[in-house]
C-alpha cells in the first residue's frame, strides 16, 4: 500500500494550498484517512480526518481555516488550507487506518513565510 502526497510548497501568510493524497497498492476501502504534520522539533501531531462514512474532525488549531475531503471512490482525500499562518509550516502526512492496519505517506513540505 502507498500513499502518496502532494500538494505542498511556500506560500505567504494568509494564502492558500491544497494537499491531496492518493492511496494506491492492495487496498481497496478504509476507515478513516488523516493528515498529521510535524514542525522543526516538535512531535507528529493530528491535524484533520476524515471516515468512510464522511464525518470529519478538525484540531482546535486549523478548525475553521482548514477542510478535509475525501473520494472514497478514487481513495484520495485532500485538505484545503486557507488563512495560512507561520505556524502551520511543518511537513505534512498522509495517514490511512483500515482494519487494524495504519499506512503513512512520505510527507510533502508546507512553509507558510513572508
Known amino acids: 500500500v502507498q500513499l502518496q502526497a502532494s500538494g505542498g510548497g511556500v506560500v505567504q501568510p494568509g494564502g492558500s494550498l491544497r494537499l491531496s493524497c492518493a492511496a494506491s497498492?492492495?487496498?481497496?476501502?478504509?476507515?478513516?484517512m488523516a493528515w498529521y504534520r510535524q514542525a522543526p522539533g516538535n512531535q507528529r501531531e493530528w491535524v484533520a480526518r476524515?471516515?468512510?462514512?464522511?464525518?470529519?474532525n478538525y484540531a482546535d488549531s486549523v478548525k475553521g481555516r482548514f477542510t478535509i475531503s475525501g473520494d472514497n471512490a478514487k481513495m484520495t482525500i485532500h485538505l484545503q488550507m486557507n488563512s495560512l499562518k507561520p505556524e502551520d509550516t511543518a511537513v505534512y502526512y498522509c495517514f490511512l487506518g483500515y482494519r487494524g492496519n495504519n499506512y503513512w505517506g512520505q510527507g510533502t513540505l508546507v512553509t507558510v513565510s513572508s
Open positions: 497498492g492492495s487496498i481497496f476501502g478504509f476507515n478513516v
Open positions: 476524515i471516515t468512510s462514512g464522511g464525518s470529519t
